[in-house]
């Protein structure tokens, strides 16, 4: 409850403060609610460890409808957070050359080992099982900080975009993150990627799980 409470807070605050003006309150209100989503600006190629892992796992790349009963209550975002801190805990960090003996390799983790795109895979998976549709829960690529790739996962709600990450327990609004957007799977398709950062047309490898930034003290 600590996180709704935090991410409802903010956004709240920012509707809010349309009020002020009632000449500019709705242009305000538009970019504000526009602003909680990541803009997508057309269809790229996806990342060819993800093409892999759709031939080998082709039944975590089809279009799932919600649940029965679904809908994006309080309880709901819990939920996201509840499995955002899991299974940051129950997986040991591991390069994909430590672990498969090649460079980038995306799987749902069955031995307790992964990387970043690997913990967000399995989050995933744990959603859509919980009944949450593939066209909320969107694989996205990113720079850090110091311009390396690093995957997370991306829950689209009616609040806006918030990010699963590996390096880190706190679900955050895509925009308080930090990172560099670069590209993202699409709400519509699950094999399809689309572009969030058109001036950006490398993408960025290896994805790998940032050793030294992460903080090793989340896994006890």
């Not at 672990?99 to 690997?118: A, L, N, Q, R």
């Not at 699963?164 to 327990?169: A, P, V």
């Not at 560099?180 to 990627?193: A, E, G």
Request: hydrophobic share 40%; charged share 25%.
């Amino acid at each position: 409850m600590r996180f709704v409470k935090i991410v409802f807070a903010g956004w709240i605050a920012s509707l809010a403060a349309t009020a002020v003006c009632a000449g500019e309150a709705q242009p305000h209100l538009q970019h504000v609610i526009q602003n909680l989503f990541l803009e997508e600006y057309g269809t790229v190629a996806p990342p060819a460890a993800f093409v892999r892992f759709c031939t080998e796992s082709p039944s975590e790349c089809v279009l799932r409808k919600a649940g029965n009963g679904f809908a994006e209550s309080a309880k709901r975002l819990e939920q996201l957070d509840e499995v955002n801190r899991r299974i940051n805990r129950a997986i040991t960090p591991m390069t994909d050359i430590e672990h498969y003996g090649i460079e980038d390799y995306w799987t749902i983790p069955k031995d307790g080992k992964g990387d970043c795109e690997d913990y967000a895979l399995l989050k995933r998976h744990i959603l859509i099982s919980l009944g949450w549709p593939t066209s909320s829960l969107l694989m996205t690529v990113v720079r850090i900080e110091n311009g390396e790739g690093h995957a997370v996962l991306t829950a689209r709600t009616k609040f806006g975009d918030l990010i699963l990450d590996n390096r880190t327990d706190d679900l955050k609004p895509w925009y308080q993150t930090g990172y560099s957007y670069k590209m993202i799977q699409s709400s519509n398709d699950p094999q399809v990627w689309r572009d969030l950062d058109p001036d950006d047309d490398v993408l960025p490898t290896p994805i790998a799980v940032p050793q030294l930034l992460y903080d090793l003290t989340h896994l006890h």
